[in-house]
Structures are given as C-alpha cells and as structure tokens.
C-alpha cells in the first residue's frame, strides 16, 4: 500500500447522536431519524472509539510458547466528554433518571438502584472535509463513572463511556461510510 496523505483521517468534526434503546440505527449516510437527538458540544478531547478482545492462551506441553489463541470475549465501546447540561445529556451521564416540572421548576430525579440500567441507540457522524464515516452502536450502556468538576475557569463536561452490547440482530457497532477508498 503507497503512502497517501488523502486517506489520513482528522475528526474536523463529530456529532453524536441518541437515540432510545429501540430506535433503528441508519445504514446509509442519511440524516438519522427524528427519534435521535443531536447531543450537542462535546470537548476537544475528541471522540474515541476501542476495542478489547480477550484471548486464551492454549498451550502444549511441548511447547513454551503458545500453539493457538481462542478469543474469549471482546468489549468495545466509544468515549467522548458532553458540555451542555440539559434533559437529555444529564440522564445519559447519570444512568438514566427522571426530568419532572412543578410550576417552571425542574428537577432532576436519578434512577432508583433497583431501576435496569438505561440502554441506548448511538450515531457519531465524523467529518474531516469532504470524507464522512458514520460510527453507529446499535446497542449500548453507559459504563464508567461520571465525575465532573464545576470550576469557574473551565467548561463543566460529563465524561461519557458507552459499552456496545450484543443487539438482538446484527453487530454490536458499525463503520459507514461513502468512501470509495474503503472499497
């Protein structure tokens, strides 16, 4: 493969969007639909993505080093830190929960520990120019801890971890895009 600084990637831009944990992901580059919701601004600490297989060594007694690997399980999620505050970032960050309104007070109310964990539908759309990738988790669950320090010198960000699950049907994530380079 010759060196080709066009097929160099730099997330320009990336818009995440939620949908419910029902909710259809797109499998083409079209607008998600309208039951997924733009989740704003996010860091410039970028949208990450990884994945961790887990592997068995099987190995021989004759034989120091391993004669085969078998992948036990993998776990792949996405990261990316939220900067605005509204109904429906702070539920996601949180684990779920409530948003009420009594005459123009809102309040937020988190999930009872009793309450299955909230799951979600996820679509990052990454651009870097004219080259577009659609990164879409079909299946996911917030998984890390969610700290977040209110300073009077800096944004107040919640950092978000979103674990792929195994959906019903198909892959727990996907790569679209309309790149002929990837053909």
């Known amino acids: 493969m010759p060196n080709d600084a066009a097929e160099v990637l730099v997330a320009q831009q990336v818009k995440i969007y939620l949908g419910p944990a029902a909710a259809s992901v797109p499998t083409t580059m079209a607008a998600p639909s309208a039951s997924f919701i733009d989740l704003g601004y996010t860091s410039t600490d970028g949208f990450s993505i990884s994945y961790e297989p887990t592997v068995e060594d099987i190995m021989a007694h004759q034989s120091l080093d391993p004669i085969r690997q078998i992948k036990t399980g993998q776990v792949s999620q996405v990261t990316f830190n ?102």
């Open 82 to 183: 939220l900067m605005q505050w509204n109904e429906y970032t702070v539920p996601l960050a949180f684990g779920g929960g409530t948003w009420s309104d009594a005459s123009g007070v809102y309040t937020y109310s988190p999930p009872d520990t009793n309450d299955a964990t909230a799951e979600y539908t996820l679509v990052a759309d990454i651009s870097d120019g004219t080259k577009d990738l659609r990164l879409t988790v079909g299946r996911g669950v917030v998984a890390n801890a969610v700290e977040t320090s209110l300073v009077n010198n800096a944004a107040a960000v919640m950092p978000i971890t979103l674990k792929a699950l195994k959906p019903t049907t198909g892959k727990s994530w996907n790569i679209i895009t309309d790149e002929a380079n990837f053909s």
